[in-house]
């Protein structure tokens, strides 16, 4: 028997004893209701997108058939509205004007179009109350001219050019419906697109808005954090249709710039409306560039390694210890929160709670009576990359965009989350000082040791560079836009630490003049080399976020208030200031380091674009 039989066999034996247990307390295994989350997330809310997406066969090789099944689809649901009208053979009229779908869409919306039908056939005029509303809206008839003796009566036609005649109105009819659907369907798969890659949300509006101008769609869209409302409104029927998009915010630098060059050629009329469908259903489908996790796993400890020295002065000894912890963030990120929905809740605490118990054990290593690593350093880096610094500033972007629903929601989302991260570092520093008597109170790192360096701008703006590389390639960029990228990550973050040594670690105008700089690139870069600005800074701005975090040493504030635990002085007013500084301490300074971003931002979008972009907005955050 072999090694993995002999477990498998163990197993069984182990599940079989567990349900004889549960059957002597009347246990069933399927009567109880767990408390975990039974659906993914993404499931929630309307889908109708996907599912006709899901219709479409995703191989390259059979796109001339994807792009027949699609028509197919639409056909069919303009088919469905028609008889569902009660258009029979006997009540169409054939119209004087045809539209294609290439063209441009017929006035008003699916019900209009329906109702001007219906209305049409002089049999409905006086039985139906719905014919004569809708007959209001349409321009009234001529009258007709009175017969004289001299005018020969016109000849009955005949019936088959009747069928006929009822036939191709029927077609017209169809092929108006299904212009106005394929139109719907782009805006909402697009939608769809730039929330799931992480288009500015601060301008998702914008975007839907142009979008439906171009296309002639009378629509209005409302962005919540993870959905967007759409309602396509019909102003000849005063109704309208409510649609809702409900999509994971993501992050993928790459297919982020793909989805922006098809919405780019859509609205300058490059493109017609059914290859744009093809092209994002595609998109949509298709697997992230990076997807091993032995990949991401070893990518997440090389980036939590480059972060360190310069943003918490990590020495090359604790650099070990870093990739190590570093990997644990990506195993329980890439690995095990994936497969456990319910783990996924828990994720940032746990890691928090993991890595800053590791870390202060590391720590607490002495050599003839001196630490060899460093704490704070390798408790800060491991947790660098489940900082919330792109979501808070996300949230200032919306506020100071006046998007008050979804920038409210966004930056309470983002304190809650920031004092779960330092409720997390708390704990875990804690429960390590109460198991041993002699563990590290260090809360920074000594500044005699930060001289194996050499210098230090080879310690800050080589290793920002190499970090700037790591985050764009977790983040999923194509290798065409890292150079791109980081170059003004460096940039931004040369400007910054020129600044803080001049105004002061905790001064904002420090942050402000980082993101200004790459602000100031990006829109340059995207009006002169018509390159993506949005995808661009990204990575740029993860190191303005870490580089304030690390001037004001908040994740680290809960270390006195572990000192206090283990020396039981807790209640003393000293202590009860800790515990408070400990909470907030992330939080306040998370909200003020994106303040001072979004202003730099904002100015800097002024400076090269002073009355924006009239067509299809600015992509940029």
Known sequence: MSLGEGWRNAG????RAAARVHEQFDRTPEGAEALDSAMHPELYGATEDI???????DEETLRERNQTQFQVAVSTEAERLVQHMGLGEGNLRRRETTHNLSNKPPPGGVLSQLLKNYAAHPAHSSKSSISTTASDTDTPAPKKKPK??????????????????RKSTKVQLTVHIAAILTRQQYIMRLCRALMAYGAPTHRLEEYMQMTANVLEVNGQFLYLPGCMIMSFDDPLTHTAEVKLIRTIQGLDLGRLAETHNIYKNVVHDLVDVEQSIQDLDALLKRDRRYKQKWLLVLLSGLASVAVGPWAFDARPIDMPIIFILGCILGVMQHVVAPRSALYSNVLEVSIAMLNSFLARGFGSIRVNGETVFCFPAMAQSSIALILPGFSVLCSSLELQSHQIIAGSIRLVYTIIYSLFLGYGVTVGTVIYGLLDRGATKESKCSQDSLKVYGNEYIQHFIFVAVYCFFAAVINQAKWKQIPMMVTMGTAGYVTNYFSTKKLGSTSPVANTVGAFTIGLFANLYSRLWHGHAAAAIIPGMFTLVSSGLASSGSIMSGLSYAEAVRNNTVNDDTSTTSVQNSLTGLGYTMIQTSIGITVGLFIAALIVYPRGKQRSGLFNL
């Open 12 to 15: 069984q034996s182990v599940r």
């Open 51 to 57: 599912q006709m997406a899901n219709m479409v066969v």
């Open 148 to 165: 004289t003796k001299c005018e020969p009566p016109k000849p009955p036609l005949s019936e088959k050019k009747k069928k006929h005649k």
